[in-house]
């Protein structure tokens, strides 16, 4: 435990994060916290007063000893656009979430505030100044691995443009991003890649001799790195955004295979295959038609109720339609399933769904996931499942064969439905591929998103392996989607996931892109639980090693006052490539305010401390 000296009267603590230490005689400011063990040796540099302490940014790193300062004299600052964070950190995290909820990727919160609120004495607006003992700080908005996030760019030199800028997390040593999770903003339209672009080009702007980030080394000189880093940004951004041309000439691309037929907007792509098209319409469903009458749905969601009821009424009539026997649901998004409750009941369709997808959409409050059922306010906060297929299982229906495989891509919680289907070997994708077959310039792969659960080698470049080994003559995709001979498109969506893979590595600040890019490689489940006195709830710890060696893990569990965790911390060596599942018990004494709190799981890898990544939710009732 030492401090690192960076200029005569500037050093280096180094716990959770960097904690810069200014000196002025007796006197100091802080740039960040960490875990507040910084606290305990500043007697070494002959500080005995902190008089400010200002955050680069929110998140529980950074800040995650905040409490070692109350009672003390030693203010706070924070950027004003994370305020709340500090102060109300509670409220950013949900027991029911919802598609709309702010700082959320739908549902899933990407902001990772303190257990406990830090109380702020002052904040800085986006172009701020501040000045302590003839010290002159130009505080910036520098958006993008937070909201909020703050640089202070400080003033030295005669002239008073030699800058040294405190960063926070917007690049580290070797133009690298602290996290990738931290970044998604949104589903797959990169707003937090421009964000921290952008914000990477204004420190450029400003010529600082030295980048004081808060991970890793001090970067000197880093005019050729901040560069360097656009210019990676700009690369993931290049295969990152999804392969088609969505939102623009997709809804040209979306089907140019299906008929009408004799029932008003119910379109037919084979002799036995059946679906809706509309202008500007992207509902979940397609329905394989037997000879017999008898009927299996593919997905159902997106869709007005007495608008289906009259369709399906409408194909009784006249396309000789009698009943459904099953709707089949491809992965776990709400939109894909939120009236298949609705075929069960009013159609006498049983539900069936692949193993992987069962619990996410049965318990989905259970998980920390974009988008389940139950964010959508339909009222659908749980669906069951009738029958679970198996990955690879096989079953014959009304003179078809056919297969049910897991296929991830967009989410690991996904699986292909295929088969052969009047001569052609159909696939049915979900929302892994769109796009159009002869357009050389799409490669087809859909949202990436990091909290669907979604890492490439459990993602994309599966599917893309997949579907190149499965060959199919048709892809019957989600959102009303008809691919004819996809081959080429397979060929190119399975060269773009190798880009993108590529372009994560080289922004990843560790060797193994997974452990910045993955919010869930360590997670409990249940993600919410409900606590009272005397009833404890039993949990599981799921710890992940992506490498290719044993790793040790130790994982601290941080509980606000009057909640305990047993075991308090973990210490495991997990074997290479290989996820361990670790029991542990929350308590809550009597007293604590009932609702909502935040528990942290404080990780060290390896020998490396990341401090409190990831949480859990607790909502604390009367026994």
């Known amino acids: 435990m030492a401090f690192e000296k960076v200029l ?79 102060e109300r950190p509670a409220e950013f995290r949900k027991m029911r979430p919802t598609l709309g909820d702010p700082f959320s990727v739908y549902g899933a919160s990407f902001v990772r505030p303190p257990i406990e609120p830090v109380r702020v004495d002052r904040t800085f607006q986006k172009m701020d100044q501040f000045s302590w003992r003839g010290h002159e700080f130009w505080c910036v908005d520098t958006r993008g691995n937070s909201p909020g996030g703050m640089s202070y760019l400080l003033r030295r030199g005669r002239e ?49 001799t030295l980048l004081l980030p808060s991970h890793g080394p001090t970067i000197r000189n880093p005019a050729a790195q901040l560069r360097e880093y656009q210019g990676k940004l700009r690369e993931l951004e290049r295969h990152y955004l999804r392969g088609y041309e969505v939102s623009t000439f997709a809804g040209a691309d979306q089907d140019r295979v299906s008929r009408p037929t004799a029932v008003p907007h119910v379109w037919q792509i084979t002799p036995h295959l059946f679906k809706f098209k509309g202008p500007e319409f992207w509902p979940n469903f397609t329905l394989l038609l037997a000879d017999s009458g008898r009927a299996l749905v593919v997905d159902c969601g997106l869709l007005d109720k007495a608008f289906l009821d009259r369709a399906l009424e409408g194909m009784r009539e006249r396309l000789g339609l009698k009943q459904i026997d099953a709707a089949i649901v491809t992965h776990f998004h709400g939109d894909h399933c939120q009236e298949a ?64 495989d897991w296929m991830p891509g967009q989410t690991e919680f996904a699986l292909c439905l295929h088969g052969t289907i009047d001569g052609r070997r159909v696939a049915f994708t979900g929302d892994n591929l769109f796009g159009s077959a002869s357009d050389p310039a799409q490669t087809g792969h859909e949202a990436v998103v990091a909290r669907n659960s979604g890492i490439l080698e459990e993602g994309y470049l599966y599917a893309a392996g997949y579907l190149h080994s499965l060959e199919p003559d048709l892809i019957v995709g989600g959102h009303s989607w008809v691919i004819d001979r996809p081959r080429e498109l397979i060929d190119r969506y399975r060269k773009g996931a190798q880009a993108l893979r590529r372009a ?14 993955d919010p869930y490689w360590v997670r409990a489940e249940p993600y919410r639980v409900t606590l009272r006195v005397g ?9 992940r090693n992506f490498r290719e060696r044993e790793q040790k893990h130790a994982v601290a569990v941080h509980t606000p006052e009057g909640i305990h965790a047993t075991p308090p911390v973990m210490e495991i060596r997990v074997p290479p490539e290989t996820t361990l599942r670790l029991p542990f018990r929350l308590a809550v004494s009597p007293g604590v305010k009932e609702g909502l709190h935040l528990v942290a799981f404080d990780v060290t890898l390896g020998g490396q401390r990341l401090g409190e990544w990831f949480d859990l939710v607790l909502n604390v009732e009367k026994g």
């Open 8 to 86: 005569p009267d500037l050093f280096r603590w180094t716990d959770t994060c960097s904690v810069y230490v200014l000196r002025d005689g007796n006197d100091a400011l802080l740039i960040d916290l960490g875990d507040g063990s910084v606290l305990d040796y500043l007697g070494r540099l002959g500080v005995k007063r902190v008089e400010w302490v200002l955050f680069t940014h929110h998140h529980r790193e950074q800040c995650q000893g905040a409490s070692r300062l109350a009672g003390s004299s030693t203010r706070i600052a924070v950027p004003e656009a994370e305020r709340a964070f500090f």
């Open 160 to 208: 008073g443009q030699d800058w040294l800028a405190f960063s926070g997390d917007v690049m580290l040593d070797g133009a690298r991003m602290h996290t990738w999770f931290d970044t998604e903003w949104d589903y797959g339209f990169a707003k937090g890649i421009y964000a921290l672009h952008n914000s990477a080009a204004l420190l450029e702007s400003f010529r600082p």
């Open 341 to 404: 409750p609705h075929l069960r009941e009013r159609w006498g369709a049983q539900l069936w769904t692949l193993d992987r997808v069962v619990q996410k959409v049965r318990f989905p409050e259970r998980f920390d996931l974009a988008a389940p059922i139950n964010t959508y306010g339909k009222g659908i906060v749980s669906i069951p499942f009738d029958r679970v297929l198996r990955d690879g299982e096989t079953f014959q229906w009304e003179g078809y064969s056919l297969t049910a």
């Open 504 to 517: 994560y590595q080289a922004l990843s600040s560790d060797p193994d892109y997974r452990y910045t890019f």
């Open 535 to 543: 009833e404890p709830a039993e949990l599981v710890l799921h710890v």
